[in-house]
């Protein structure tokens, strides 16, 4: 599809769509709201066994030598876990443990009727190497979809391994981004709907893959902007930062 990636002249398409539609949605100071939608989280320098990461000061309601969870004020948890892999980790072998993480993932959030939205190899500022991924489950209770942000950190001269795991609600009206992006990408790129729901849920690795609740294109990170209370949003662009510039070994 054309569509992507976004060209400048496409950019405008979209945002002068979305503010058509957002402005026959909400009052003016809704809007201003919504548009201007941050978290703003804090910055907590926390230390747990020799990681040091930022917890963005939301309160610890659980914390054991191995685990410590957290919510914050809007009760999204937080879970920090320490685990000892099965067999030596060795820095060579990254790149294949994360592919068999990938499938796994994939296969595991497919079950449960979610998604996968990225799962990727990371190596951090401060040269850790892990690897992420976020994904998406059904709400347990209602409509619309919770989204993960998993993080997991390898200490190669400790054989530990920290992983982070962070869930965002998401707000009412669940699917807003979602069925929003549909008709403004219809006609920029001058298609028809049906022509784009045979396009617009794919996995993001293998287009043949076909369970789950596949990932859909208002997923993608140029949306992001357009939607900035959404949990994809957040994660991407307040949470992920804040983590990943963080982590050190002490």
């Known amino acids: 599809m054309e569509l992507f990636p976004l060209t400048e002249e496409n950019k405008i398409k979209l945002k002068n769509s979305f503010s058509s539609i957002f402005e026959q949605m909400f009052e003016k100071e809704q809007l201003k709201e919504f548009l201007n939608y941050s978290r703003n989280y804090e910055t907590k320098e ?7 990461f930022n917890s963005m000061n939301w309160n610890l309601v659980n914390s054991t030598e191995t685990k410590l969870q957290y919510t914050s004020s809007d009760s999204d948890p ?15 072998d990254s790149q294949s443990i994360m592919l068999a993480y990938r499938d796994w ?9 979610g998604g996968l939205i990225m799962c990727e190899e990371v190596l951090t500022e401060n040269g850790i190497i892990g690897y ?13 979809m919770d989204y993960t942000y998993f993080l997991n950190l390898n200490n190669y001269e400790k054989q ?3 992983q982070f795991r962070i869930m965002i ?5 669940t699917g807003l981004r979602d069925n929003i992006s549909m008709h403004p990408i219809c006609e920029i790129t001058g298609i028809d709907i049906g022509e784009l729901f045979s396009l617009y849920r794919q996995d993001p690795y293998d287009k043949e893959y076909k369970e789950g609740n596949l990932m859909n294109i208002s997923e993608k990170k140029d949306f992001d902007k357009y939607f900035p209370f959404h949990p994809l949003s957040i994660i991407r662009n307040e949470i992920r930062p804040k983590i990943l510039d963080s982590v050190r070994f002490n």
Not at 46 to 52: D, M
């Open 160 to 162: 530990r391994m920290f």
């Open 132 to 144: 992420e991924s976020i994904t998406k489950v059904p709400k347990r209770e209602g409509r619309g």
């Open 105 to 113: 993932t994939r296969k595991q959030t497919a079950k449960i009727g």
């Open 78 to 92: 937080m879970i920090i876990e320490i685990f000892e892999p099965n067999g030596q980790m060795k820095k060579e």
């Open 169 to 173: 609600f998401e707000m009412n009206p």
């Open 46 to 52: 926390t230390q747990f066994g020799n990681l040091i």
